[in-house]
């Protein structure tokens, strides 16, 4: 009896044995990431200094009116190049015209007055010269007088005649002496009167003159800021001027790296680098060449940086394209070569929380991770300055599904 139950037993469980290895699933193969790999490029590279800069015109100007009156069609079209003898518009000027020509008239009433004064003034003096003469004269009769009175030669009423005469002389010359002071004051009062003359009429003919308005600064017509039939007053705003060739491009300088350069004693007359190069945004490389006119001796205490100024050649027939004031753009500037340089392609950089990186594969074809120090970029490559050895195997292609420890399957 026990044998068959044992028996029964020992099939159910074969069953079961069975049944179960039927259920497992089957095992998964795993494929092997497809990668492209590249060897870094050793070369020696340029390392620069690239900054953000802002561009601005090295002149611009608002031009105004400078008298009243009303305002005719501008002379000069919009973009067209002027100089400083370039006449910009013409304010109606019969008014200052009229005034110029009552001034020259106020001129020429001060010169005749002069004139007169100066004929008065003549007169005066020959006057008194003649009066000096006849006192003279008189003076003398008078002491023959007083002489021959003494003697009782003469009568009294003789000599009372001769020392009235010689006091009348005086008190003539006296006369004379007195209106030769007035003629010359007059003069001078004459003469100053032609002194205002011409002060109103060289102010009326620099008003006359103002009525031409002309360009302060030479460069190209921007923006129309008054019309024709306008009635402008003294000040008001006409159109601008702006000059940009050359052009001028503002960036700042970090302080950290101006301690560097001076600890590397690069700042103090070793270092006699002046050329930048500019790149608008859109351009390959950086096409534009200057040279830098202006370093701030004072760091900005707010931003820790350095103000520095460059300018740029800007004719309007640039092959490069042109350079407009208020365009944001790079800079950078040549700072030292580094010699045996290795370079990876960019898209081999990644990047996380920690920093960037690069995946590299080793002998046995697994990803390695390998932390990188990067620096400047060229033509699609960025120097790598610590991290990656000149013959590592850096992946550059494949990267979603590479992870530290997997293998790789190498495509090229």
């Known amino acids: 009896m026990l044998r068959p139950v044992l028996h029964s037993i020992a099939l159910v469980l074969s069953l079961t044995l069975i049944s179960g290895c039927k259920n497992q699933p089957p095992e998964i193969k795993t494929t092997p990431p497809k990668v492209a790999i590249a060897t870094p490029t050793v070369k020696d590279v340029a390392i620069y200094l690239t900054e953000n800069a802002s561009l601005e015109a090295v002149g611009q100007a608002t031009v105004t009116s400078r008298v009243s009156g009303i305002v005719g069609d501008m002379l000069v079209g919009l973009d067209k190049p002027v100089e400083t003898t370039t006449q910009l518009f013409q304010i109606d000027d019969a008014e200052y015209v009229a005034k110029v020509n009552a001034a020259k008239a106020n001129v020429q ?183 830098i006119d202006f370093i701030n001796t004072k760091i900005d205490e707010s931003t820790g940086t350095l103000a520095v100024r460059a300018v740029f050649p800007n004719p309007k027939e640039n092959p490069l394209g042109i350079l407009v004031p208020g365009f944001f753009v790079r800079v950078r500037i040549k700072i030292d070569d580094l010699k045996d340089a290795v370079l990876v392609p960019e898209k081999a950089i990644n990047r996380d929380q920690t920093g960037k990186f690069v995946y590299t594969v080793d002998s046995e074809n697994k990803a390695v991770r390998k932390d990188v120090e990067v620096g400047t970029t060229e033509d699609g490559l960025i120097v790598v300055l610590s991290g990656v050895s000149p013959t590592d195997k850096v992946i550059t292609d494949g990267l979603q599904r590479v992870r530290p420890g997997v293998n790789v399957s190498i495509e090229n």
């Open 109 to 291: 009433a001060a010169l005749a007055a002069v004139a007169e004064a100066n004929a008065a003034s003549t007169k005066a003096n020959s006057d008194v010269e003649a009066k000096v003469a006849l006192q003279v004269a008189a003076d003398a009769e008078f002491e023959r007088m007083e002489k021959l009175e003494a003697s009782k030669a003469i009568s009294k009423s003789e000599f009372d005649q001769a020392k009235a005469n010689a006091l009348t002389a005086e008190a003539e010359v006296k006369v004379s002496a007195a209106k030769q002071v007035e003629a010359k004051a007059q003069i001078e009062q004459a003469e100053a009167q032609v002194s205002k003359a011409n002060a109103d009429l060289e102010d009326a003919q620099l008003k006359l003159s103002w009525t031409k308005v002309m360009a302060p600064i030479e460069g190209r017509v921007a923006k129309p800021l008054a019309k024709a039939g306008n009635l402008v007053q003294n000040g008001t705003e006409l159109v601008e001027i702006i000059k940009s060739d050359p052009i001028w491009a503002n960036f700042n300088v970090r302080e950290s790296f101006i301690i560097k350069r001076d600890r590397e004693g690069k700042l103090r007359g070793e270092d006699d680098v002046t050329e930048v190069e500019l790149q608008r945004s859109g351009d390959d490389g950086f096409p534009f060449k200057g040279q």
